[in-house]
């Protein structure tokens, strides 16, 4: 069935060093995948959002990787902060249904 | 987000009763979301509508249905609750793009 994963549920990482996020989907026909941060005892805050006729995407200290051949999904973080610290979420919409994965924590060590 | 709000906000509730949740959006959204998140899990998809009166099931669906009667109420219902509901629900809405997310309703099944 649809699924979207992540392949590391616990990233550690100094502050100021860059972070890698990854995440796998298995719909070739999702168009649109978004990547979402969420704090403890709040619900997701959108992140930074990438379309299927894109393979990068640039935000602010944020940049989304799309790769459609192996169907891979990345989030960078320049410069990583203790106030990024939080469980982050990539999702994908396939036709009406916004599907997520397991999710990745991330701490960051001062 | 002020755009989409969820009531109530905590709830306790008896086995055997039936509970409603509501998911209030002020963006004239045509989709939206019923999500759940467990401790160490993701969300996984209960139900979503893409339009008034248009739903269909997510991947944990069993115990639980929904009406959308309004563009900007989405309900949620369990007929009678279980133990196995007590979780965190969210709702998100969005318009194709661009989906934001509640503070969530945190319900204990007792």
């Known amino acids: 069935g649809e699924s979207v994963g992540l392949h590391l549920p616990t990233l550690s990482v100094q502050e100021g060093d860059n972070s890698i996020i990854n995440c796998a989907y298995s719909n070739s026909a999702s168009d649109y995948f978004i990547w979402y941060k969420q704090e403890s005892g709040k619900g997701p805050q959108f992140i930074i959002d990438i379309r299927s006729n894109m393979d990068k995407r640039q935000g602010q200290r944020v940049t989304v990787l799309l790769n459609k051949t192996v169907k891979h999904l990345s989030l960078q973080i320049a410069a990583t902060q203790p106030g990024d610290s939080a469980v982050y979420f990539c999702?994908?919409?396939?036709?009406?249904?916004?599907?997520f994965g397991a999710g990745t924590i991330l701490r960051v060590k001062s | 987000d002020a755009g989409i709000t969820q009531s109530p906000r905590h709830k306790v509730t008896e086995t055997g009763t039936p509970v409603t949740l509501r998911c209030h959006q002020t963006?004239?959204?045509?989709?939206m979301y019923w999500y759940r998140q467990d401790p160490g899990h993701g969300l996984r998809l209960i139900h979503y509508?893409?339009?008034?009166?248009?739903?269909d099931k997510g991947e944990v669906s069993d115990g639980y249905s929904v009406s959308r009667s309004k563009t900007e109420d989405f309900l949620l219902t369990l007929e009678s609750a279980t133990s196995s509901q007590t979780s965190v629900y969210f709702c998100?809405?969005?318009?194709?793009?661009?989906?934001?997310f509640g503070s969530g309703t945190r319900l204990t099944v007792v």
């Open positions: 999702a994908e919409l396939n036709g009406n249904k916004l599907v």
């Open positions: 998100a809405s969005g318009g194709g793009y661009g989906y934001t």
């Open positions: 963006e004239n959204h045509r989709y």
């Open positions: 509508s893409y339009g008034v009166k248009d739903t």
